[in-house]
């Protein structure tokens, strides 16, 4: 019979995420963990068949943490607005979970519709947004969601890696300082500079 496992696969997860949040992930080990928790390591493994395992799980519950904290709530602000100030914030608080999720070197290299398809309801929201508010067909209020996605990204991995330190208010003005140019250029009827963008 197998031993009684003597944490839950939460409570793991928990101690494990913690130990990441605060030193990264490469601080993860089992010595580490059974550290945090106050045991050997071997109890780890009667809930984990390895330690690569337990480390898709901790990314997983780092995802999650990182889609509760950026639930767009406030109906007073643009919910792209919203999400890239919330985007910011947790690279801000949360530096190492951020390049856990959103800075790992790829095997190969993929597409933006990749990424694009993580974001979830988000980017969805906000396209309908852009469209329904504003006027502009759905294919350029995707394009706009795109490039005023990728420079709050740039912002964020500047926070990140401490880089660069910005307040709230700096972050805001540059947001909407890029929203407004990108709308503008939108609405310029240029065709020729505002093109839905190919990003493969």
């Not at 799980?57 to 709530?73: D, G, Q, S, Y």
Request: net charge negative.
């Amino acid at each position: 019979m197998p031993p009684k496992p003597k944490f839950t696969r939460e409570e793991v997860v928990d101690a494990a995420l913690k130990i990441v949040a605060e030193k990264g992930m490469e601080a993860l080990t089992s010595r580490e963990l059974g550290a945090a928790l106050g045991s050997s390591a071997r109890p780890i493994f009667t809930v984990f068949s390895s330690m690569e395992e337990l480390c898709e799980e901790v990314r997983n519950a780092a995802l999650r943490r990182f889609e509760e904290f950026t639930v767009v709530t406030d109906e007073n602000m643009p919910p792209f607005k919203q999400f890239g100030m919330k985007m910011a914030k947790f690279a801000t608080d949360q530096p190492r979970l951020f390049r856990l999720l959103h800075m790992c070197e790829m095997d190969e290299t993929g597409s933006f519709e990749m990424i694009f398809g993580n974001l979830g309801d988000t980017a969805n929201k906000c396209i309908k947004t852009l469209h329904e508010d504003y006027g502009f067909s759905l294919e350029d209020a995707n394009t706009i969601f795109k490039h005023t996605w990728i420079y709050t990204y740039g912002i964020c991995v500047l926070i990140a890696t401490k880089m660069c330190s910005f307040t709230e208010n700096q972050i805001s003005e540059m947001l909407t300082f890029e929203f407004q140019s990108i709308i503008a250029t939108a609405k310029s009827g240029r065709s020729e500079v505002f093109k839905p963008c190919v990003l493969s």
